[in-house]
């Protein structure tokens, strides 16, 4: 994982910005990060044993609109908010409650459908 400040965003300016709009700036800010490698089918996730947000480097383009990324970032970010659940022997990531979560990103549609064209 390489740090927070890419060629084009700043992991830590956009964690900032996206804790005070959507959570009254009071999450406590993981060690953020850009992917080594380019992923197209892992765009962002949240490694709770390293308390670490990391998005794919595919995202720190240019040609990447800012929405997008502030969705992936805002998504990484309910994972804290919403942290896994075990049901049994099943692990629920994206529980009801996350979902209803995610769902006060304004964008959000146009966010997965630029995210989609990568």
Not at 38 to 49: C, E, K, N, V
Not at 51 to 66: E, G, T
Not at 70 to 89: I, T
Request: charged share 25%; aromatic share 10%; net charge positive.
């Amino acid at each position: 994982v390489s740090g927070p400040l890419g060629e084009h965003y700043d992991l830590e300016q956009m964690f900032e910005d996206l804790n005070f709009r959507f959570f009254g700036g009071l999450m406590a800010r993981p060690q953020l990060g850009w992917s080594r490698r380019p992923s197209r089918t892992l765009l962002g996730h949240y490694d709770p044993a390293h308390h670490a947000i990391v998005l794919s480097c595919i995202l720190d383009r240019p040609s990447v609109p800012k929405l997008a990324v502030e969705y992936v970032m805002y998504h990484e970010m309910l994972h804290l908010k919403h942290p896994v659940e075990h049901r049994g022997s099943r692990r629920c990531v994206h529980t009801p409650e996350f979902r209803q979560s995610e769902k006060h990103f304004p964008g959000l549609a146009e966010a997965k459908k630029m995210l989609k064209l990568l």
